[in-house]
Protein backbone atom coordinates (compact mmCIF):
# COMPACT_ATOMS: atom_id res chain seq x y z
CA UNK A 1 0.00 0.00 0.00
CA UNK A 2 1.51 3.67 -0.85
CA UNK A 3 2.75 5.42 2.22
CA UNK A 4 0.16 8.19 1.20
CA UNK A 5 -2.75 5.69 1.66
CA UNK A 6 -1.51 4.89 5.32
CA UNK A 7 -1.41 8.42 6.57
CA UNK A 8 -4.26 7.75 8.91
CA UNK A 9 -3.12 4.71 10.27
CA UNK A 10 0.42 6.04 10.98
CA UNK A 11 -0.62 9.05 12.60
CA UNK A 12 -3.03 7.44 14.72
CA UNK A 13 0.48 5.41 15.48
CA UNK A 14 2.19 8.56 16.24
CA UNK A 15 4.59 8.02 13.29
CA UNK A 16 6.08 10.51 10.87
CA UNK A 17 3.47 11.43 7.93
CA UNK A 18 4.44 13.07 4.62
CA UNK A 19 1.32 15.51 5.28
CA UNK A 20 -1.45 15.29 7.33
CA UNK A 21 -4.00 12.99 7.10
CA UNK A 22 -7.76 14.57 7.09
CA UNK A 23 -11.26 12.85 7.57
CA UNK A 24 -14.41 14.57 8.72
CA UNK A 25 -16.74 12.70 10.91
CA UNK A 26 -19.94 12.48 9.20
CA UNK A 27 -18.27 13.26 5.87
CA UNK A 28 -21.14 10.84 4.57
CA UNK A 29 -24.52 12.05 4.71
CA UNK A 30 -26.92 15.04 4.22
CA UNK A 31 -24.72 17.80 2.91
CA UNK A 32 -23.90 15.50 -0.21
CA UNK A 33 -26.37 15.62 -3.58
CA UNK A 34 -25.40 12.07 -3.96
CA UNK A 35 -26.68 11.12 -0.44
CA UNK A 36 -29.86 13.35 -0.76
CA UNK A 37 -31.17 11.12 -4.11
CA UNK A 38 -31.07 7.87 -1.97
CA UNK A 39 -32.59 9.45 1.04
CA UNK A 40 -35.83 10.24 -1.54
CA UNK A 41 -36.42 6.92 -1.79
CA UNK A 42 -34.51 5.33 1.31
CA UNK A 43 -35.00 5.66 5.10
CA UNK A 44 -31.95 5.82 7.41
CA UNK A 45 -32.62 2.40 8.25
CA UNK A 46 -32.66 1.07 5.01
CA UNK A 47 -29.23 2.65 4.19
CA UNK A 48 -27.44 1.48 7.34
CA UNK A 49 -28.77 -2.05 6.98
CA UNK A 50 -28.11 -2.47 3.27
CA UNK A 51 -25.17 -3.58 2.55
CA UNK A 52 -24.71 -2.56 -1.11
CA UNK A 53 -26.67 1.22 0.11
CA UNK A 54 -24.53 1.35 3.09
CA UNK A 55 -21.44 0.58 0.81
CA UNK A 56 -22.37 3.44 -1.77
CA UNK A 57 -22.96 6.06 0.51
CA UNK A 58 -19.71 5.22 2.56
CA UNK A 59 -17.98 5.76 -1.23
CA UNK A 60 -19.49 9.00 -1.96
CA UNK A 61 -17.49 11.20 -0.41
CA UNK A 62 -14.03 9.03 -0.73
CA UNK A 63 -15.01 9.53 -4.71
CA UNK A 64 -15.80 13.22 -3.77
CA UNK A 65 -12.89 14.85 -1.70
CA UNK A 66 -9.10 14.05 -1.29
CA UNK A 67 -10.05 12.37 2.19
CA UNK A 68 -7.01 10.04 3.57
CA UNK A 69 -10.04 7.75 5.60
CA UNK A 70 -13.66 6.39 5.31
CA UNK A 71 -15.17 6.04 7.57
CA UNK A 72 -18.61 3.44 7.22
CA UNK A 73 -22.23 4.67 7.32
CA UNK A 74 -24.58 3.36 9.81
CA UNK A 75 -26.49 4.73 12.35
CA UNK A 76 -25.25 4.68 16.23
CA UNK A 77 -28.10 3.28 17.40
CA UNK A 78 -28.47 -0.13 15.76
CA UNK A 79 -27.31 -2.04 18.71
CA UNK A 80 -30.43 -1.36 20.49
CA UNK A 81 -32.32 -3.22 18.09
CA UNK A 82 -30.41 -6.61 18.74
CA UNK A 83 -30.94 -5.53 22.10
CA UNK A 84 -34.45 -5.83 21.90
CA UNK A 85 -35.80 -2.51 21.47
CA UNK A 86 -37.50 -0.97 19.11
CA UNK A 87 -36.36 1.98 17.12
CA UNK A 88 -37.79 4.69 14.95
CA UNK A 89 -37.00 7.80 13.55
CA UNK A 90 -39.44 10.48 13.16
CA UNK A 91 -37.45 12.42 12.13
CA UNK A 92 -34.62 12.08 14.98
CA UNK A 93 -34.39 8.89 16.42
CA UNK A 94 -37.02 7.58 18.84
CA UNK A 95 -36.60 4.51 21.19
CA UNK A 96 -40.18 3.15 21.92
CA UNK A 97 -39.38 0.89 25.15
CA UNK A 98 -37.11 2.55 26.50
CA UNK A 99 -35.34 1.47 29.23
CA UNK A 100 -36.08 2.75 32.87
CA UNK A 101 -36.34 -0.23 35.20
CA UNK A 102 -34.97 -3.61 37.07
CA UNK A 103 -37.09 -5.41 34.94
CA UNK A 104 -36.10 -3.35 31.68
CA UNK A 105 -32.62 -4.28 32.55
CA UNK A 106 -32.97 -7.50 33.12
CA UNK A 107 -34.64 -8.50 29.98
CA UNK A 108 -31.49 -6.92 27.63
CA UNK A 109 -29.48 -9.30 26.03
CA UNK A 110 -25.45 -9.57 26.43
CA UNK A 111 -22.87 -9.59 23.64
CA UNK A 112 -24.54 -12.03 21.81
CA UNK A 113 -26.61 -9.39 20.72
CA UNK A 114 -24.44 -7.96 18.34
CA UNK A 115 -24.53 -11.44 16.26
CA UNK A 116 -27.81 -9.67 14.76
CA UNK A 117 -25.81 -6.71 13.24
CA UNK A 118 -24.36 -9.15 10.07
CA UNK A 119 -25.86 -6.17 7.48
CA UNK A 120 -23.11 -4.15 9.05
CA UNK A 121 -20.07 -6.52 8.75
CA UNK A 122 -21.34 -7.11 5.37
CA UNK A 123 -21.31 -3.51 4.28
CA UNK A 124 -17.50 -3.59 5.78
CA UNK A 125 -16.57 -6.48 3.92
CA UNK A 126 -18.19 -4.76 0.45
CA UNK A 127 -16.96 -1.22 1.54
CA UNK A 128 -13.20 -2.61 2.11
CA UNK A 129 -13.16 -4.68 -1.70
CA UNK A 130 -14.64 -1.34 -3.05
CA UNK A 131 -11.91 0.72 -1.54
CA UNK A 132 -9.28 -1.71 -2.91
CA UNK A 133 -6.52 0.03 -0.30
CA UNK A 134 -7.06 3.29 -1.80
CA UNK A 135 -8.10 4.28 1.87
CA UNK A 136 -8.25 2.77 5.31
CA UNK A 137 -11.76 2.24 6.69
CA UNK A 138 -12.59 3.14 9.82
CA UNK A 139 -15.48 1.64 12.05
CA UNK A 140 -17.49 2.78 14.56
CA UNK A 141 -19.70 2.84 17.48
CA UNK A 142 -21.56 4.63 20.08
CA UNK A 143 -19.90 4.79 23.11
CA UNK A 144 -21.68 3.02 26.33
CA UNK A 145 -23.06 6.34 27.62
CA UNK A 146 -24.41 7.41 24.51
CA UNK A 147 -26.31 4.75 23.77
CA UNK A 148 -27.31 3.62 27.31
CA UNK A 149 -28.62 7.58 27.66
CA UNK A 150 -31.06 7.02 24.49
CA UNK A 151 -32.21 4.23 25.74
CA UNK A 152 -33.10 5.38 29.19
CA UNK A 153 -34.31 8.77 27.59
CA UNK A 154 -36.29 7.38 24.75
CA UNK A 155 -34.27 9.80 22.33
CA UNK A 156 -32.08 12.92 22.53
CA UNK A 157 -32.00 14.97 25.52
CA UNK A 158 -31.27 18.69 26.56
CA UNK A 159 -30.62 17.85 30.38
CA UNK A 160 -30.44 13.90 30.47
CA UNK A 161 -32.84 14.00 33.64
CA UNK A 162 -33.59 10.43 33.50
CA UNK A 163 -30.10 9.32 33.27
CA UNK A 164 -28.56 11.44 35.48
CA UNK A 165 -31.49 10.57 38.11
CA UNK A 166 -30.65 6.46 37.28
CA UNK A 167 -26.89 6.96 37.81
CA UNK A 168 -27.47 9.41 41.11
CA UNK A 169 -30.88 6.75 42.43
CA UNK A 170 -29.59 3.79 40.99
CA UNK A 171 -25.88 3.40 40.62
CA UNK A 172 -26.70 -0.21 41.23
CA UNK A 173 -28.58 -0.70 37.61
CA UNK A 174 -26.70 2.12 36.09
CA UNK A 175 -23.64 -0.34 36.22
CA UNK A 176 -25.59 -3.34 34.85
CA UNK A 177 -27.24 -1.41 32.55
CA UNK A 178 -23.78 -0.20 31.21
CA UNK A 179 -22.06 -3.96 31.69
CA UNK A 180 -24.69 -5.50 28.80
CA UNK A 181 -24.24 -2.14 26.77
CA UNK A 182 -20.23 -2.13 27.10
CA UNK A 183 -20.51 -5.98 25.90
CA UNK A 184 -22.66 -5.44 22.85
CA UNK A 185 -20.55 -2.29 21.98
CA UNK A 186 -17.15 -4.68 22.40
CA UNK A 187 -18.49 -7.48 20.61
CA UNK A 188 -19.90 -5.36 17.35
CA UNK A 189 -16.42 -3.55 17.03
CA UNK A 190 -14.47 -6.38 17.33
CA UNK A 191 -16.97 -8.21 14.42
CA UNK A 192 -16.29 -5.32 12.44
CA UNK A 193 -12.66 -5.84 12.31
CA UNK A 194 -12.97 -8.71 11.82
CA UNK A 195 -14.74 -8.04 8.55
CA UNK A 196 -12.62 -5.81 7.51
CA UNK A 197 -12.18 -1.96 9.69
CA UNK A 198 -8.60 -1.08 9.82
CA UNK A 199 -9.36 1.47 12.81
CA UNK A 200 -12.54 2.05 14.55
CA UNK A 201 -13.44 4.86 16.92
CA UNK A 202 -16.06 5.45 19.89
CA UNK A 203 -18.48 8.11 19.81
CA UNK A 204 -19.39 9.79 22.66
CA UNK A 205 -21.27 12.13 21.58
CA UNK A 206 -23.09 12.94 25.06
CA UNK A 207 -20.71 12.87 27.28
CA UNK A 208 -20.06 16.68 27.87
CA UNK A 209 -23.42 16.63 29.84
CA UNK A 210 -21.33 15.14 32.94
CA UNK A 211 -19.84 16.22 35.55
CA UNK A 212 -16.31 15.03 35.73
CA UNK A 213 -17.03 12.91 38.84
CA UNK A 214 -19.93 11.58 37.08
CA UNK A 215 -17.69 10.59 34.03
CA UNK A 216 -14.72 9.33 36.37
CA UNK A 217 -17.84 7.21 38.75
CA UNK A 218 -20.13 5.79 36.27
CA UNK A 219 -18.47 6.31 32.28
CA UNK A 220 -14.87 5.92 32.44
CA UNK A 221 -14.76 1.98 33.46
CA UNK A 222 -17.03 0.86 31.23
CA UNK A 223 -15.48 2.73 27.99
CA UNK A 224 -12.02 1.52 29.28
CA UNK A 225 -13.16 -2.01 29.05
CA UNK A 226 -14.26 -1.75 25.49
CA UNK A 227 -11.26 0.49 24.18
CA UNK A 228 -9.54 -1.94 25.82
CA UNK A 229 -11.16 -5.18 24.57
CA UNK A 230 -10.78 -3.67 21.16
CA UNK A 231 -6.95 -2.96 21.60
CA UNK A 232 -6.49 -6.66 21.80
CA UNK A 233 -7.58 -6.23 17.94
CA UNK A 234 -4.27 -4.53 16.89
CA UNK A 235 -5.98 -1.80 15.18
CA UNK A 236 -5.67 1.74 16.07
CA UNK A 237 -8.67 3.21 18.50
CA UNK A 238 -10.05 6.38 18.15
CA UNK A 239 -11.93 7.60 21.37
CA UNK A 240 -14.16 11.00 20.67
CA UNK A 241 -15.96 13.11 23.13
CA UNK A 242 -17.64 16.21 22.89
CA UNK A 243 -17.19 18.59 25.42
CA UNK A 244 -14.90 16.95 27.27
CA UNK A 245 -12.26 19.48 27.83
CA UNK A 246 -13.40 20.68 31.51
CA UNK A 247 -11.84 16.79 31.97
CA UNK A 248 -9.76 15.78 29.25
CA UNK A 249 -7.19 13.86 31.36
CA UNK A 250 -9.97 11.63 32.73
CA UNK A 251 -11.66 11.42 28.98
CA UNK A 252 -8.20 9.78 27.51
CA UNK A 253 -7.46 7.95 30.27
CA UNK A 254 -10.62 5.52 29.65
CA UNK A 255 -7.95 4.49 26.67
CA UNK A 256 -7.61 4.72 22.66
CA UNK A 257 -4.77 5.28 20.51
CA UNK A 258 -5.98 8.82 19.48
CA UNK A 259 -8.04 11.39 21.27
CA UNK A 260 -10.27 13.01 19.29
CA UNK A 261 -11.33 16.73 21.07
CA UNK A 262 -13.79 19.48 19.90
CA UNK A 263 -13.57 23.09 19.47
CA UNK A 264 -14.17 24.14 22.55
CA UNK A 265 -10.51 23.61 22.92
CA UNK A 266 -7.35 24.73 21.11
CA UNK A 267 -5.37 21.96 19.52
CA UNK A 268 -2.07 23.38 21.43
CA UNK A 269 -3.71 23.59 24.89
CA UNK A 270 -5.09 19.43 23.92
CA UNK A 271 -1.40 18.42 23.17
CA UNK A 272 -0.22 20.05 26.12
CA UNK A 273 -2.62 17.83 28.45
CA UNK A 274 -2.64 15.05 27.28
CA UNK A 275 1.63 14.61 26.54
CA UNK A 276 2.31 12.32 23.46
CA UNK A 277 -0.79 10.70 23.06
CA UNK A 278 -1.90 11.24 19.10
CA UNK A 279 -4.77 13.51 18.79
CA UNK A 280 -7.63 14.21 16.21
CA UNK A 281 -9.65 17.25 15.35
CA UNK A 282 -10.95 19.95 15.86
CA UNK A 283 -12.04 22.56 13.22
CA UNK A 284 -15.14 24.20 14.40
CA UNK A 285 -17.84 22.78 11.21
CA UNK A 286 -19.27 25.84 11.46
CA UNK A 287 -16.36 27.54 9.87
CA UNK A 288 -17.04 25.55 6.79
CA UNK A 289 -19.46 27.48 5.88
CA UNK A 290 -16.87 30.39 5.94
CA UNK A 291 -15.29 31.81 2.12
CA UNK A 292 -12.15 30.40 1.66
CA UNK A 293 -9.69 32.98 2.74
CA UNK A 294 -11.27 32.83 6.16
CA UNK A 295 -11.56 28.92 5.48
CA UNK A 296 -8.26 28.60 4.93
CA UNK A 297 -6.90 30.73 7.51
CA UNK A 298 -8.92 28.40 10.07
CA UNK A 299 -7.53 25.27 8.85
CA UNK A 300 -4.02 26.64 8.95
CA UNK A 301 -4.40 27.88 12.40
CA UNK A 302 -5.47 24.47 13.55
CA UNK A 303 -2.45 22.53 11.66
CA UNK A 304 -0.44 25.25 13.54
CA UNK A 305 -1.21 24.38 16.82
CA UNK A 306 -0.35 21.32 15.91
CA UNK A 307 3.39 22.54 15.23
CA UNK A 308 3.93 19.35 12.71
CA UNK A 309 4.33 17.02 15.73
CA UNK A 310 3.59 13.65 14.85
CA UNK A 311 0.63 11.63 15.96
CA UNK A 312 -2.04 14.49 14.54
CA UNK A 313 -5.10 13.56 12.34
CA UNK A 314 -7.01 16.40 11.02
CA UNK A 315 -11.08 16.81 11.58
CA UNK A 316 -13.81 18.59 12.61
CA UNK A 317 -14.73 19.06 16.64
CA UNK A 318 -18.10 17.48 15.37
CA UNK A 319 -19.77 16.09 12.49
CA UNK A 320 -20.37 18.17 8.88
CA UNK A 321 -23.38 19.62 9.28
CA UNK A 322 -26.25 20.01 6.90
CA UNK A 323 -25.94 22.35 4.08
CA UNK A 324 -22.26 22.66 3.93
CA UNK A 325 -21.06 23.56 1.02
CA UNK A 326 -19.23 20.57 -0.48
CA UNK A 327 -16.97 22.91 -1.92
CA UNK A 328 -15.32 24.06 1.31
CA UNK A 329 -15.01 20.74 2.62
CA UNK A 330 -12.97 19.39 -0.47
CA UNK A 331 -11.15 22.97 -0.24
CA UNK A 332 -10.35 22.17 3.65
CA UNK A 333 -8.67 18.79 3.08
CA UNK A 334 -6.97 19.81 -0.05
CA UNK A 335 -5.63 22.90 2.19
CA UNK A 336 -4.53 20.26 5.28
CA UNK A 337 -2.28 18.48 2.80
CA UNK A 338 -0.98 21.59 1.15
CA UNK A 339 -0.20 23.42 4.50
CA UNK A 340 1.24 20.10 6.53
CA UNK A 341 3.10 18.52 3.52
CA UNK A 342 6.52 17.48 5.12
Same mark, same amino acid.
Not at 80 to 89: A, C, D, H, I, T
Not at 223 to 227: E, I, Q
Not at 330 to 342: D, F, P, Q, T
Given at each position: ? %???? =????? *????? %? @?DATPVWFMRQAGRYMAEYRALRRSHSILALAKTPALACEVTLQPVRALPVDAAILFADILLP?? %????????SPGPEILDPVRTERDVARLPGAEAADGLGCVYEAVRLIRRELAGKVPLIGFAGAPFTIASYMVEGGPSKNYERVKALMTDRPDL?? =?LMRKVRAVTAAYLKAQVAAGAEAV /?????? @??ALSPEQYRRGVRPH??? @??AEVAKTGVPTVSFGTGTAGFLEDFAAAGGDVIGVDWRIDLDA *??? =????? %? @? /????DPVLLFSGRKALKKAVKNVLDRNGKRNGHVFNLGHGILPGTPVARV???? *??????? *??
Open positions: M %PSET =RRFLR *ACRGL %P @VVE %PMGLRLRFWD =R /QLFDSW @VGSAW @VL *ARR =RLGKR %P @V /QGNLREAA *AWVHELS *AR
